[in-house]
């Protein structure tokens, strides 16, 4: 017999009733029936029951044993009485009679219990992994993660690309946030950067003359976490050569919807082709460049209805070149009062001055806004929403931008408070036409809005001869259930145009060819038109895993300051070490200090 099993713990079943067995496992409950101790003994692969009668000999070892202990039992395979089936475990038709018992690994006390799914502080969870890991729903997560995995890699390959690796050291490159730095011993002064996705190199892979590529590729980024981004994550790196957007969209989007529609468990998901909006469209319609389609409500433009109205508010925001939009919100009209002073309050929260609203009831419209409008500017409002007798509308004035992205929050909170998100289902868009630059507010400076590779639609003549702010690019999102799950593009391939983009941009073409190098004399030897994307491996997971957090799908996550409690990272490094690496660390003046030296 095997020294520690002849089964897992999840594989008897009734016909092995007379057998003898061997399982080794954790101890995932004890329960004492007086004359009796059941142990439930868990491993990977699920869970049975042992019995141990209280004249055994192992009795009193067993007694002693504490929770996640690892034991090994060997005993006789019984079949359960019909009253104590279990029909919930897969084993739950028989149970272990142990005769023999053998302490593998004795548990301190748990910090928490493993037993539960009873919530323990993120930080105990964190510092702890290996222990919560250990919980049915965790280790469910991982084996998801490993099949979605599995499954998007065969598909992939099965459309005709190849899994290439690139590097993980690299140079610096200004992809939107930090990048992680590594000295370069044997280059004093100089860095290595982690990097934040293999653009560069997945675009020189198509100069070299292959067509299709693909990676599972970790991207490191230097920047504060938060529920849906870590710093280190998974993507799905894709590029493909001589293809239009369109190219793309049609042999991504069988791709993932085929990995959706396999995980989905009976939940909806969008069949092809996916619903566009253009980058203008989708923050008109729903006050973000990252709709969740689930959400039924669309928001309107309503500013003519209010210029030079009788309520004085919006309509002097109107006649300053502002904006008002309006939130429809069906059914609402019939809520009683504290409904409306609920989302005002809110409202204010936000930091906006309050959320004004109509109430359209079986009489008329209801409402201090109401009360200042002519009845003609009333029925321009209920006629532009597509309001009937019962339904409400609220609104967000002010600043274009500033007023469509608040209608965009109050979008989400009406449906979210009037129940109308769809549920048990995935809704996806593709959003194109992304900006190529924006102005920076702080500085005034024209920046890149989402990649500096791509080709920005009118290329070089559209640089040379229109307003920065006003060319889009050949640039797309996928967004799920409100969440950016891909981002890609056709890129540029030209070195001039290149050159020319950076330098609309603040960069001068020393710059360029200082930090792309490597690209720009590629492009000067024969490039390929090319494009492609990157889909967030661990966005896909949480959403399939209907986890509100990228932690709760990742194996060893770090929290949210970026440390790893598990391991104590990052941690200070020994003074040689750091002169061997010709660095000497100017940490900043502790909070609260002055600065002068004491007298």
């Known amino acids: 017999m095997h020294a520690y099993r002849t089964h897992t713990c999840g594989a008897l079943r009734a016909a092995d009733a007379g057998s003898t067995a061997r399982l080794s496992g954790w101890v995932h409950r004890k329960r004492d029936h007086g004359g009796l101790l059941f142990i439930d003994l868990r491993d990977h692969y699920g869970l049975t029951q042992c019995v141990i009668p209280t004249g055994s000999p192992v009795f009193a070892a067993a007694e002693a044993l504490r ?15 019909a009253a104590t089936v279990n029909p919930k475990l897969a084993t739950g038709e028989i149970e272990l ?26 930080e105990m969870r964190l510092r702890y992994r290996f222990l919560d890991l250990r919980r049915e729903r965790l280790q469910r997560n991982m084996i998801l993660r490993a099949q979605i995995i599995h499954d998007i890699r065969e ?18 490159s200004p992809e939107g946030a930090r990048d992680f730095l590594v000295p370069a011993r044997l280059h004093p002064g100089k860095f290595y950067a982690l990097p934040q996705a293999p653009q560069q190199f997945k675009q020189l892979t198509m100069v070299a003359g292959f067509d299709r590529y693909f990676q599972i ?13 870590t710093l280190m994550f998974y993507q799905l790196d894709v590029e493909m050569s001589f293809v239009t957007q369109e190219d793309v969209f049609q042999t991504m989007e069988p791709v993932m919807r085929g990995t959706f529609e396999r995980f989905a468990e009976g939940r909806a998901v969008d069949g092809g082709p996916w619903r ?17 389609l689930r959400n039924p409500l669309v928001i309107r433009d309503v500013t003519e209805a209010f210029a030079g109205s009788g309520f004085g508010l919006f309509a002097k925001i109107a006649a300053g070149g502002g904006v008002v939009r309006a939130i429809p919100a069906p059914g609402a009209a019939g809520r009683p009062r504290g409904f409306f002073d609920k989302l005002n309050e809110w409202a204010r929260a936000q930091g906006a001055g309050g959320l004004g609203y109509i109430a359209f009831e079986a009489d008329g419209a209801k409402g201090p806004i109401a009360k200042n409008l002519e009845p003609e500017r009333l029925e321009a409002i209920r006629a532009t929403c597509g309001l009937n007798p019962g339904d409400a509308v609220f609104f967000a004035a002010g600043k274009e931008e500033e007023a469509g992205k608040f209608a965009g929050t109050v979008r989400t909170r009406i449906g979210t408070e009037l129940d109308l998100i769809e549920k048990n289902a995935f809704r996806f868009c593709w959003v194109v036409d992304f900006p190529f630059y924006e102005r920076n507010e702080e500085t005034g400076q024209i920046e890149f809005s989402h ?3 791509s080709m920005p639609q009118g290329e070089l003549e559209a640089l040379n001869t229109k307003d920065p702010l006003t060319i889009p ?18 890129r540029n391939h030209k070195a001039e145009i290149m050159v020319r983009a950076f330098e609309i941009a603040g960069y001068p073409a020393s710059a360029v060819e200082e930090r792309f190098g490597g690209m720009l004399n590629a492009f000067r030897y024969g490039a390929p038109p090319h494009g492609g994307m990157a889909a967030g491996i661990d966005r896909i997971i949480m959403l ?21 409690l598990m391991m104590g990272a990052p941690s200070t490094v020994e003074p040689a070490r750091l002169k061997e690496l010709s660095i000497r660390i100017e940490l900043p003046p502790a909070k609260g200090a002055t600065g002068s030296k004491p007298s």
Request: glycine share 6%; hydrophobic share 35%.
């Open 473 to 490: 690019a050949f640039q797309y999102d996928v967004v799920c259930n409100g969440y950016e799950m891909a981002s890609g593009a056709i």
């Open 67 to 81: 929770p996640e202990s690892v034991i090994t039992v060997t005993g006789e395979v019984v079949k359960r009485d």
């Open 217 to 229: 590729a970790p991207c490191f980024r230097d920047e504060a976490g938060r529920a849906d981004r």
């Open 276 to 292: 566009r909006l253009t980058y203008a469209q989708a923050m008109r319609d729903y006050g973000t460049d990252k709709p969740d």
């Open 451 to 453: 990649n500096p590779f």
């Open 97 to 122: 009679r142990v005769r023999d018992l053998v302490l593998q690994s004795a548990a301190e006390v748990l910090p928490f219990q493993v037993a539960t799914d009873d919530d323990a502080p993120e």
């Open 544 to 564: 399939l895993a209907e986890e509100p957090n990228l932690r709760e799908v990742n194996m060893y996550p770090m929290n949210q300051q970026g440390e790893d």
């Open 155 to 172: 598909r992939m390959i099965a459309a005709g690309f190849t899994e290439f690796q690139t590097p993980i050291l690299t140079s610096s």
